[in-house]
């Protein structure tokens, strides 16, 4: 098994542009989840997932857009892309027992610079 | 809604200290417990986990005890080594889908 896979590893945008952060797990998970991670802030949840077709928003969802049409793949799409919204980005899965979400698989991240 | 406070960092002890980091959360119902950690350009990875009241997480010589009466899950390890040096970061899970992450302690551990 691949894990949770996300691309690209790295990516510089200008100002206004808009750009999808691509996310895949091969784990049939039905959880998945984006986060953004901050110096000193921790990870904070973007949006996330409880299903194909099922999104809703997390902390910190301004800004960006997601979809899941999928079980296995859930990418983030930054419309208009701004220098606040530089960051790391980890998307994770998890399944669940009970309603509530047992322990998330990370990928690797994703690291945004905005210009 | 849901929260996470963690111990401030950044933590540093020599090899072979006693490591304790503390957690309390704020949650509403029994939320299930987790210590991740983070090594230097990697994402996260479980560390250990408990999912109800008095249950104790073990993993690596790491240890943490769900305690519903004080909200706390603190990390501890008897002796840690220069490879333990990384972020940990303490989580719950509610039954909403979605979970919540306290800020993270940087370790660092000296030879």
């Known amino acids: 098994n691949a894990g949770v896979t996300q691309t690209p590893k790295f990516q510089v945008l200008k100002t206004g542009q808009s750009m999808t952060l691509q996310c895949a797990q091969d784990m049939n998970h039905e959880y998945m989840s984006w986060y953004r991670q901050d110096p000193g802030m921790g990870l904070r949840l973007i949006h996330y997932?409880?299903?194909?077709?099922?999104?809703d928003q997390g902390e910190v969802p301004n800004g960006y857009n997601v979809s899941r049409s999928t079980t296995e793949d859930f990418p983030l799409r930054l419309l208009s892309a701004a220098p606040s919204q530089t960051s790391v980005y980890f998307c994770a899965s998890s399944y669940s027992s009970g309603g509530a979400q047992e322990t998330q698989y990370f990928g690797p991240g994703t690291r945004l610079l905005v210009l | 809604g849901d929260s996470v406070t963690q111990m401030e960092g950044p933590v540093t002890l020599s090899e072979e200290a006693f490591l304790t980091i503390n957690c309390t959360y704020t949650?509403?119902?029994?939320?299930?417990l987790f210590w991740y950690v983070q090594y230097p350009g990697e994402g996260l990875q479980l560390l250990l986990k408990a999912t109800k009241a008095d249950d104790k997480g073990s993993n690596k010589g790491f240890e943490a005890t769900y305690r519903k009466e004080t909200t706390s899950f603190h990390l501890e390890k008897g002796s840690v080594q220069v490879s333990d040096s990384a972020v940990y970061f303490c989580?719950?899970?509610?039954?909403?889908?979605?979970?919540?992450f306290g800020d993270g302690t940087t370790l660092t551990v000296k030879p």
């Open positions: 997932s409880v299903g194909a077709g099922i999104t």
């Open positions: 949650a509403t119902g029994y939320p299930s």
């Open positions: 989580a719950l899970s509610s039954r909403l889908g979605k979970s919540t």
